[in-house]
């Protein structure tokens, strides 16, 4: 018996909020600014299957990339109270940093598996050689930090994999309050199981996940059939490297093609499919209908096929701290393009700082894009991103940091009929010794505007008022500064129109 109307917005609104209270649960529990403050983190639910039944709004990059978790370990044997951890980017993780912890659920009745709970979060540190853990210069993912396959999270297996880790306290701690946000979700999950029946509740799933395609396929139709094509750079070290894409809608299916794109990066630009998809997918809800919920049904409709080898689709053992964060946001950045949107700022602008006493790692926020009808927002972390920013409190009370400026770069917008956003001005200075890391793209292209619309101001670094790279590293000084300003966002129209 199928679920009336009434009964389908009210389950899904029951799933979504579970979502949300996990994601509550972990930031409130976490020790790290990274999650507590930033909100660096994901939770979502599951069925028995695997598939993705409801995910909370946090982060567009884990959308794609926390089914591959779970996957991970669904043909594993699973018992009440046993939960499993992993990392790896190439068994269902996307970077080191982001450690997925999954709790199988069971109904309390008959004790059937009916589902599992995950929670994804970017830990500050994961033991790599350079404090924050996302060296700019790695080539081996080994040298990003301890990759953890997937295997049940036993107390000795924290105890023995936080201990390779800087601030091993704070890792048990932020990993102790992932495990408190799966638990909230399975209860949730337990009572819904209770409250129906599993075998109801799992019709039930079945006809969210039913919904969410029908409503992307409707809005896929209404983009008409077609092939679009974009085009578009990552700034390697040592020159750009192309990327592709051709786009076919055909009636209510999407097929998002990268043939063509480059090769295997000998740096850390490279990612998994799975991060690959989350920007697809990511783009795909911002073009249809963002309302739509995030589950495993609204992406049925959508194909992405990228060359094993190539720089969107790596082999395993290949460096990805920065594919994660900066080409996902190119690939959301050429789907909005092939569909005539202007581009937001396009990078996370990742900065590390720390030493062997402390792990300090943020995204900076940036210009949003132009559309149709609006100016961009100005100072906000755009497309693949969704974290908040570090307060100036926060990070001079934990951190050996003073904030010498933070501020709107104003005019980095691109012109138009509807300007971009501006990006912003973050200035630190070191209070003690320390290392650093930088990761940023678009400082050598601009993001771009749309239908005549101006491109937005490239991103600039500069080390004691020096130029350096967008992705670089060293030492600071006691007194010595960092200044990061952000891309603007590129503009809509002609303004002469």
């Known amino acids: 018996m199928s679920l009336d109307p009434i009964e389908l917005q009210v389950l ?20 790290s600014s990274n999650i507590k403050e930033r909100r660096d ?5 599951f069925d028995a299957d695997g598939q993705m039944v409801m995910q909370a709004e946090h982060i567009p990059v884990h959308l794609g990339a926390m089914p591959a978790s779970v996957g991970a370990v669904l043909g594993e044997h699973h018992e009440p109270g046993v939960s499993w951890i992993l990392n790896d980017p190439f068994a269902g993780g996307t970077h080191l940093p982001d450690i997925t912890v999954i709790t199988p659920v069971f109904a309390t009745a008959d004790s059937q598996l009916i589902g599992f709970a995950a929670s994804r979060a970017h830990h500050a540190d994961v033991g790599a050689e350079r404090p924050g853990s996302m060296p700019a210069d790695s080539v081996t993912l080994e040298q990003e930090g301890v990759v953890i396959s997937p295997r049940p999270l036993t107390e000795s297996e924290l105890e023995r994999l936080t201990g390779r880790m800087r601030q091993p306290r704070e890792r048990r701690a932020d990993l102790r309050a992932q ?6 979700g399975a209860l949730r999950l337990s009572e819904l199981a209770a409250k129906l029946g599993p075998e109801r509740l ?45 786009a076919g809608v055909e009636g209510a299916r999407l097929v998002l093609d990268f043939s063509g794109s480059a090769e295997q990066h000998e740096g850390n630009l490279n990612c998994p499919l799975a991060v690959t998809a989350s920007a697809c997918m990511f783009a795909v809800r911002v073009l249809t209908d963002p309302d739509i919920p995030p589950t495993a049904g609204a992406y049925r409709p959508i194909e992405v096929r990228a060359p094993l080898g190539s720089v969107l689709n790596a082999r395993a053992g290949a460096a990805v701290a920065a594919g994660n964060v900066e080409t996902s946001s190119r690939v959301a950045d050429m789907v909005l393009s092939a569909f005539g949107q202007a581009q937001g700022q396009g990078t996370m602008n990742n900065l590390s700082l720390g030493d062997e006493r402390f792990s300090y790692y943020e995204t900076l926020g940036g210009g949003q894009g132009a559309c149709a009808d609006a100016d961009g927002p100005s100072g906000v972390h755009v497309a693949m991103s969704n974290t908040l920013n570090t307060p100036v409190e926060a990070l001079e009370r934990e951190f050996p940091l003073r904030v010498i400026e933070y501020s709107l770069r104003r005019g980095s917008g691109g012109t138009g009929l509807h300007r971009g956003g501006d990006g912003v001005v973050r200035e630190l200075e070191a209070l003690a010794p320390m290392s650093w890391s930088l990761i940023a793209e678009r400082r050598r292209n601009a ?5 005549g619309g101006g491109d937005g101001a490239p991103g600039r670094d500069l080390l004691d008022g020096a130029p350096i790279p967008g992705k670089s590293a060293g030492t600071l000084g006691a007194g010595q500064r960092l200044r990061i300003e952000t891309p603007g966002g590129g503009g809509f129209g002609d303004d002469f129109d």
């Open 12 to 31: 899904t609104g029951g799933l979504r909020a579970a979502c949300e209270e996990m994601g509550v649960v972990l930031i409130r529990s976490a020790h």
């Open 41 to 45: 983190a994901s939770t979502g639910l």
């Open 179 to 184: 495990l408190a946000a799966n638990r909230a």
């Open 202 to 246: 799992r019709e039930g799933t079945d006809e969210v996940l039913d919904y969410c395609e029908r409503r992307t396929r409707a809005c896929l139709a209404e983009l008409g059939d077609g092939i679009r094509e974009a085009t578009d750079v990552l700034e390697g070290t040592e020159g750009d490297l192309p990327l592709r894409l051709r």
């Open 447 to 451: 993001p771009r505007g749309a239908q």
